[in-house]
């Protein structure tokens, strides 16, 4: 079975400044699909960025940017230009290319809590 | 752009009672995903349904049950409600089951008294 980490329960940033929040995962497959979703204190699921695993390039989206290190199996989201906005809870997610085989769920770290400060 | 509609927003229950969740996928998207979230948890997969029929099943309980209908819309039946199944109920929805992304709904928060 596939399982996603999340080793930082709780991470802070000044505003404006750079954070990195850290994932890995265990999987015997090679073709699968990575996520971060953010989760704010109204609790809405939001999508922040998405990674295919066949893909070499690492995914951006604005501020928000991951290196993924399939080898290592290590999928780290960093937070450039860090807004009062970003604090939310953080999960990393994982689903497997094979839905037939593996099912189609979301498989969830336990998150991390983002602080930002002022 | 239209997004996963649920209702109701909040439910209230007593233990032993049956309660009815619903969910509306974005228009045309054809799989709906059940999640529970319970307390500082992650959300943990329920059910997930593709074309009306189940595509996948996760730890759900004997006492829930689930069905998507010919309009694609969802509901998540729950009988014999314990303390223990107060949590934020997730639907998500995706165009195909090997759809990569899914769309989540602002959630149902069940609360068992």
């Known amino acids: 079975a596939q399982t996603v980490t999340q080793s930082q329960p709780e991470m802070s940033v000044q505003e404006a400044e750079t954070v990195t929040l850290s994932c890995t995962y265990d999987t015997s497959e090679s073709d699968y699909y990575l996520f971060w979703y953010k989760q704010p204190p109204s609790r809405q699921m939001i999508l922040v960025i998405r990674q295919e695993a066949y893909k070499q390039q690492n995914a951006t989206e604005n501020r928000f940017s991951v290196n993924f290190q399939k080898a290592a199996k290590s999928f780290s989201l960093k937070i450039s230009d860090s807004q009062l906005g970003d604090a939310a809870m953080y999960f990393c997610a994982y689903r497997t290319e094979l839905p037939m085989e593996y099912g189609n769920k979301l498989v969830f770290g336990a998150g991390t809590i983002l602080r930002v400060k002022s | 752009a239209a997004g996963v509609i649920q209702s109701p927003r909040h439910l209230i229950k007593e233990k032993r009672e049956t309660a009815t969740l619903k969910c509306y996928p974005i228009?045309?998207?054809?799989?709906v995903y059940w999640y529970q979230q319970g307390p500082g948890q992650d959300p943990q997969f329920l059910i997930s349904?593709?074309?009306?029929?189940?595509?996948d099943k996760g730890s759900i309980p004997d006492r829930f049950s689930a069905q998507q209908f010919s309009d694609y819309h969802s509901e998540l039946n729950m009988s014999s409600l314990e303390l223990g199944d107060s949590a934020l109920y997730f639907c998500?929805?995706?165009?195909?089951?090997?759809?990569?992304?899914?769309?989540f709904g602002p959630g149902t928060r069940l609360l068992v008294l």
């Open positions: 228009p045309r998207h054809d799989t």
């Open positions: 998500a929805s995706s165009l195909g089951d090997r759809a990569k992304t899914q769309y």
């Open positions: 349904f593709y074309e009306k029929m189940q595509s």
